[in-house]
């Protein structure tokens, strides 16, 4: 058989692919390998039901995804290029391609045409957000740091779309709470995106579900914090703070959520 087409576990116990994702059962330790061949991750559970993850993970088949998946725009690459050389230490915080390219598409489909972001860093989901948005349409986005939003900035001015996009510099909870304090900015934003300070999200999400419209959308980053959130063994701040939220979410019925696992895991919510 040809290696890249099983998958070997330690014990020696040989499967082919086409019946295997879903779960394998067997006794002893294992740990799967060949990624390559399937982009998944499995991971052994207690009980030794092996399970396939969702995050795409493999380098050959992430290329296809967002190759195939969507019609190319440079424009993503380039900032996540321009970030690398210029953020080394920070650029993991540029957010997944394939988050990007859904955004882009999620803004005319929900007839986006007033935005908020709190988290812009060098612009990535800023990026995709204006790119979606109509001629008159307008993204408010929020972030403490000069630093970073210099790059999105001249960014957002090379790719034509800085007119659509209204920087404010400040911390995400005064800059949320400013904007509530105009009553005739509450309750008229269409999508809300939160990607900023973890242990800020409650507040985030408090205030941003005073700015959203009925029937709004508001997405939020992380939510499965690179899986840790399942993991009771983590009792990282920010882990402990993103299942926090993740149940106040799950609990609140002033919305309607579906929390999915593309990128990092993005938490979607309606609000009633
Ligand atoms: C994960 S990054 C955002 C990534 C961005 N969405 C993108 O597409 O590249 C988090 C950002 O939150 C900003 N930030 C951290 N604390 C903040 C706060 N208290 N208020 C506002 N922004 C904050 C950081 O400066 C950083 O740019």
Redesign the pocket.
């Known amino acids: 058989m040809n290696r890249a087409t099983f998958i070997r576990l330690t014990t020696g116990f040989t499967v082919g692919v086409g019946a295997t994702i879903a779960s394998l059962r067997h006794g002893g330790e294992s740990h799967w390998i060949n990624r390559d061949v399937l982009g998944l991750e499995k991971k052994k559970k207690n009980d030794g039901v092996v399970e396939a993850e969702t995050k795409i993970i493999d380098t050959r088949l992430r290329e296809y995804f967002n190759r195939q998946g969507n019609r190319e725009i440079k424009a993503f690459d380039e900032i996540k290029k321009l970030t690398n050389s210029t953020f080394p230490k920070d650029a993991i915080?540029?957010?997944d391609l394939a988050e990007l390219y859904f955004f882009r598409w999620l803004m005319p489909t929900l007839n986006v045409k007033k935005a908020l972001e709190?988290?812009?860093?060098?612009?990535?989901?800023s990026l995709a957000i204006a790119k979606g948005l109509p001629k008159d349409g307008r993204l408010v986005a929020?972030?403490?740091?000069d630093e970073?939003t210099k790059v999105a900035r001249e960014f957002w001015k090379k790719e034509g779309i800085n007119e659509k996009i209204d920087l404010r510099l400040g911390?995400?909870i005064d800059v949320l709470k400013e904007l509530i304090n105009n009553k005739s900015e509450v309750e008229t934003y269409d999508f809300v995106f939160i990607?900023?300070?973890k242990p800020?999200y409650k507040d985030y999400y408090e205030l941003s579900l005073k700015l959203l419209k009925k029937n709004g959308i508001m997405c939020i980053d992380n939510t499965l914090w690179e899986r840790k959130v399942a993991d009771p063994s983590n009792q990282e701040t920010n882990t402990v703070f993103i299942r926090q939220f993740n149940e106040m979410v799950r609990n609140d019925p002033r919305v309607d959520i579906a929390l999915t696992s593309i990128g990092d895991g993005v938490t979607f919510v309606r609000k009633l």
């Open positions: 915080m540029v957010t709190v988290g812009v860093f060098t612009g990535s989901s929020i972030d403490i740091s970073f911390k995400g990607d900023a300070y800020e």
